[in-house]
């Protein structure tokens, strides 16, 4: 049976998941940025947590793990790279692990940039990736603790999965990034039509999360540093995909 999950809003702008297995009956959260909210959505589909799955060790992804534990005795499974700063963590993954989940299982990536030990969790079976901060609907985590060159190596093993993945981001900032895409990426049909139905599904208060590794390819300026006209866009005209990567970086920092 595919997992089930349901999507839910915590503080000003996260998204957590609740999913669940349902022949072995197991739920995971994905990262735990507001408890209340996490316990209110566990109270309406009368889940009961199991797992937490930690992408990276910010307090709006790892904050609610101690309290979670204490009230479901679930088990907090999170990146090995930074162990000592994820909560009550008892087991620590990384890059080519399995995390068996029911009858269902998650490949682990290591994608650092974002911070130095970030991961992401791929369910090949169900295609779809939990990807924490590292790749956004049309942009990526800002480069706190890691270089271009490194969060630049994480996107591409991102952008190796089947297109028709569905991509779990963390966070509802895909309209200010359409609006920051379409400033270096003008030229780009699909991106000005995304723009457009982005717009439309806010007005209507429709998350744009999940998104898919295809559409992130077409329209992410910050998966197309191979892109002759975004290179030209940025005055970078057969410029190194890294250099050219780590430009767009920067104006999204200043946008």
Aim: glycine residues 8%; charged residues 20%.
């Amino acid at each position: 049976m595919p997992l089930q999950i349901h999507q839910f809003p915590c503080l000003t702008d996260n998204y957590a998941w609740l999913v669940h297995e349902p022949e072995a009956n197991v739920t995971a959260v994905v990262d735990t940025p507001e408890v209340s909210a996490i316990l209110k959505a566990l109270d309406e589909t009368g889940w009961k947590l199991t797992h937490i799955l930690n992408t990276h060790w910010h307090p709006d992804h790892a904050g609610g793990n101690e309290e979670l534990k204490a009230k479901t005795g679930c088990q907090i499974i999170g990146p090995r790279a930074e162990a000592a700063r994820i909560p009550a963590i008892e087991r620590q993954v990384g890059d080519g692990d399995e995390v068996k989940f029911g009858n269902a299982s998650a490949k682990i990536f290591d994608v650092p940039g974002h911070t130095a030990g970030h991961i992401a969790y791929w369910f090949a079976q169900d295609k779809v990736a939990f990807v924490g901060d590292t790749l956004f609907a049309l942009g990526c985590g800002r480069l706190f603790e890691g270089t271009a060159q490194q969060m630049w190596t994480s996107l591409q093993k991102l952008m190796a999965l089947p297109p028709e993945t569905k991509v779990y981001c963390a966070h509802e900032y895909t309209q200010s990034n359409a609006r920051f895409a379409l400033s270096v990426d003008p030229d780009n049909a699909a991106l000005v039509a995304r723009a457009k139905e982005i717009d439309a599904m806010r007005a209507k208060g429709i998350p744009t999360v999940p998104s898919s590794i295809g559409l992130e390819l077409a329209t992410n300026p910050f998966l197309r540093p191979m892109s002759e006209s975004l290179q030209r866009s940025l005055g970078m005209a057969g410029a190194d995909p890294v250099a050219v990567f780590a430009e767009t970086r920067r104006r999204k920092d200043n946008f």
